[in-house]
């Protein structure tokens, strides 16, 4: 199956990263590697590195960007200060996330990613470690209604849970169909006529096995500290959770002065290390919607990197 992705405001991140013909970028989810070569094809002698932990996307993206001065490095994007120390790079000018899932794992339906074909349970970006079917048929009632309600925001979680420990203990829960089915049998029926029940669910066990969340807290600290002075990185979010973690590390990167109000003067010293390039989340156009529904929910938050973090620690 070709791995096809749809770079999510391909326009709106090249403007955003305020591209240099000779500076180091990095693409931090390669995916279809659209967003790397669009930014490759814009250096002259300049430098691109890809990162992606699927192995897939990572065979993908070094095919694609053959040609450009562009490395393409099987990685975790929260190891980013690790991949670009063993290049001998110590900061960057750019950097780019675009997170979540690619078109190519949904629709690729035996990765498991997807609750509309049938597939065995997966959902591992890495295709390593543990996967969808060790969470729905390991772990405890509490604790799968716990990531469903905290990841998933789905406030019939303890239902769903329970309706999931019920079925195991017949037999394994072994396909994407089978979860769903249980799913759909464990929200109310109005639920079930809104919209798909399913959505939540399946968010919730797929950021659970990838560690999304863990990965992006430590992800954006990170790439902020790979940043020069004048850099900027983009992320783009496709759910609240993700949305919500970005917009307030991005808020802690621009405050200021952290004196109590009733201080006169500033005595602490403190300054922002960063400014928001746009105060509100970038949306895509109606056009782009229109080609493709997948983009509804994407956000872009853009940052440029003013001073080192006062807790960064230099290498």
């Known amino acids: ?47 691109l590195i890809a990162i992606d932990r699927d192995p897939e996307a990572v065979r993908t ?19 980013i200060r690790g991949v670009l120390d063993g290049l001998g790079i110590d900061s960057v000018d750019g950097i780019l996330l675009d997170l979540g899932v690619s078109s190519y794992q949904l629709d690729n339906a035996e990765r498991g990613f997807s609750y509309h074909n049938d597939a065995p349970l997966d959902m591992r970006m890495s295709g390593e470690g543990m996967s969808a079917r060790d969470v729905v048929n390991e ?11 905290r990841y998933g925001e789905e406030r019939f979680s303890r239902s769903i849970a329970r309706g999931i420990v019920k079925a195991r203990e017949q037999k394994p829960v072994e396909t994407t169909m089978e979860l769903a089915q249980i799913i759909k049998d464990n929200v109310p029926q109005k639920a079930r006529r809104v919209k798909n029940p399913c959505k ?40 609240s959770l993700e949305d919500r973690l970005v917009k307030q590390r991005f808020a802690e990167y621009c405050k200021g002065c952290v004196c109590p109000p009733d201080f006169p003067v500033c005595v602490c010293g403190k300054t922002p290390s960063g400014r928001l ?24 938050r853009i940052i440029e990197k003013l001073k080192p973090r006062d807790t960064e620690i230099r290498v």
């Open 139 to 149: 772990y405890s009632e509490a604790q799968l209604a716990d990531i469903i309600f």
């Open 200 to 239: 939540k669910t399946f968010q919730a066990i797929r950021i659970e096995v990838n560690g999304e969340l863990v990965h992006l807290s430590n992800a954006l600290d990170a790439a902020f500290d790979c940043l020069g002075v004048g850099g900027r990185m983009c992320v783009i979010t496709f759910h």
């Open 277 to 300: 390039i746009s105060k509100k989340p970038i949306t895509p156009t109606q056009e782009e919607l229109i080609q493709n529904n997948r983009s509804h929910s994407a956000k872009l």
């Open 61 to 79: 993206a070094r095919e694609r960007l053959s040609g450009f001065n562009a490395q393409v490095v099987q990685s975790n994007y929260d190891e």
């Open 1 to 47: 199956m070709e791995f096809k992705h749809y770079s999510v405001m391909l326009h709106e991140c090249i403007e955003g990263l305020a591209i240099k013909p000779d500076g180091i970028y990095v693409d931090g989810t390669a995916g279809g590697a659209g967003h790397s070569r669009e930014i490759a094809s814009r250096l002259t002698t300049g430098r």
